[in-house]
Every structure is written in C-alpha cells, then in structure tokens.
C-alpha cells in the first residue's frame, strides 16, 4: 500500500521560509509523477508544483518554491521562499501511477494522497 507522509508545516512571517517533506513507501517516487497541492480556507485545492521528467510551477508560485526528490530516501521536497499571507493554506503531496501525467496540474492523475500539513503565513 502506498502511503505518503508530509511534514514541515508551521507558522512563519510574510518574507520567510519553509520547507516541506513528503516520505513516500510503497512506491519509488524516482518513476512516478509527484507533486504538491494546498487547499485555502474557502477554496478548492490547487496545484503547486510537480516533478516527473521535468519541474512544473503554478504561476502563483514560480521563482519563489522549488521542488526536488532524494531517491535513495524516498522522499519529495517542496522549497517555499518568500512567503506571502496568500500562500497559508494545508499542503498535500500527491503521487501518479505513472512517471508523467498530462496536464501535470489535474487532480485526477494522482491516485495516492498524504493527510495534509498546515502552512501559516503572518504579515
């Protein structure tokens, strides 16, 4: 069974940094499609950013996260910088049967979900 664990989250002033954890097991994360989502209060869930052969960035995001994986530990990272107030929201990391899915963006090409860390941005 597939699970993923995500880590991270906290509480941080506009301006700074975090940096989220995805542990994966029951698939390697190095042939799958992986990404990260939030979901505001309010709002529906969002695509942040996803690797598979390449990297991928919601607009809202580019220049300010980056994505990177450790294969030999499994793991998938979300880099956030430059926090904004608009970027709190609970973060999910997902993973896709499949080492690319198209639109990277879609719910619907990730089968396996983590529980959710919660990401607090102040001003």
């Known amino acids: 069974q597939v699970q993923l664990v995500e880590s991270g989250g906290g509480s941080v002033q506009a301006g700074g940094s975090l940096r989220l954890s995805c542990a994966a097991s029951?698939?390697?994360?190095?042939?799958?499609?992986m990404g990260w989502f939030r979901q505001a209060p309010g709002k529906e869930r969002e695509f942040v950013a996803a690797m598979s052969w390449s990297t991928y960035y919601a607009d809202s995001v580019k220049g300010r996260f980056s994505i990177s994986r450790d294969n030999a530990k499994n793991t998938v990272y979300l880099q956030m910088n430059i926090l904004k107030p608009e970027d709190t929201a609970v973060y999910y990391c997902?993973?896709?049967?499949?080492?690319?899915?198209?639109?990277?963006?879609?719910?619907?090409?990730?089968?396996?979900w983590g529980q959710g860390t919660q990401v607090t941005v102040s001003s």
């Open positions: 997902a993973t896709g049967p499949r080492p690319y899915t198209v639109p990277i963006g879609a719910e619907s090409g990730y089968d396996y």
């Open positions: 029951g698939r390697a994360i190095s042939t799958s499609t």
